[in-house]
Antibody, heavy 118, light 110 residues
Framework: QVQLQQWGAGLLKSSETLSLTCAVY????????WSWIRQPPGKGLEWIGE???????NYIPSLKSRVTISVDTSKKQFSLKLSSVTAADTAVYYC????????????WGQGTLVTVSS | QSVLTQPPSVSAAPGQKVAISCSGS????????VSWYQQFPGTAPKLLIY???KRHSGIPDRFSGSKSGTSATLDITGLQTGDEADYYC???????????FGGGTKLTVL
């Protein structure tokens, strides 16, 4: 059974860089795309971007200038960096296993609440 | 404002049926597969339906999905109080080259 375990700093100040990592346990790493999705408190889901084992990425246009998703296949991990954060970036961030351009996500990580203070 | 439009809330009595709609355009729903997710408070979303109408492993057949043109629907029959949750549709948007979700629908089982 595939499990995703994510971690990273939960409290940031405005203008800092958000950094989260997700480790994949079990299953194939190379056969899937790996995504980051966020959810502001009390609001809906927002897809951030995805990456595959060879480093091919897709990002949501509204965040593209600030987002970098990277992969370390040797560790079966992928990471999210979001620069110049503001209070609007406060959200629960999830990692998830997906398939390229299919929005079919399973399983999901446990989620990390990232709070940006001014 | 979400690219995909869902009703903010729906409600029905236990045992009844409910339909949750998801409306988009030709650049997203019209030409790509739709997935549906169920989310309980404080937990990660759970995949219910993928590729418009395929039930994910372990999902009861009370849950079904369909798509017509630029809209998709999640039907839930034999409603149970345990079905009270938020439901999200998602698909790829070919114009944005990005994934998009609906704003979510809160289901209340009265």
């Amino acid at each position: 059974q595939v499990q995703l375990q994510q971690w990273g700093a939960g409290l940031l100040k405005s203008s800092e860089t958000l950094s989260l990592t997700c480790a994949v346990y079990g299953g194939s790493f190379n056969d899937y795309f790996w995504s980051w999705i966020r959810q502001p408190p009390g609001k809906g889901l927002e897809w951030i971007g995805e990456i595959n084992h060879s480093g091919s990425t897709n990002y949501i246009p509204s965040l593209k200038s600030r987002v970098t998703i990277s992969v370390d296949t040797s560790k079966k991990q992928f990471s999210l960096k979001l620069s110049s954060v503001t209070a609007a970036d406060t959200a629960v961030y999830y990692c998830a296993r997906g398939r390229n351009m299919l929005m079919r996500f399973d399983p999901w990580g446990q989620g990390t609440l990232v709070t940006v203070s001014s | 404002q979400s690219v995909l439009t869902q009703p903010p809330s729906v409600s029905a009595a236990p045992g009844q049926k409910v339909a949750i709609s998801c409306s988009g355009s030709s650049s997203n729903i019209g030409n790509n597969y739709v997935s549906w997710y169920q989310q309980f408070p404080g937990t990660a979303p759970k995949l219910l339906i993928y590729e418009n109408n395929k039930r994910h492993s372990g999902i009861p057949d009370r849950f079904s999905g369909s798509k017509s043109g630029t809209s998709a629907t999640l039907d839930i029959t034999g409603l149970q109080t345990g079905d009270e949750a938020d439901y999200y549709c998602g698909t790829w948007d070919s114009s944005l080259s990005a994934g998009v979700f609906g704003g979510g629908t809160k289901l209340t089982v009265l």
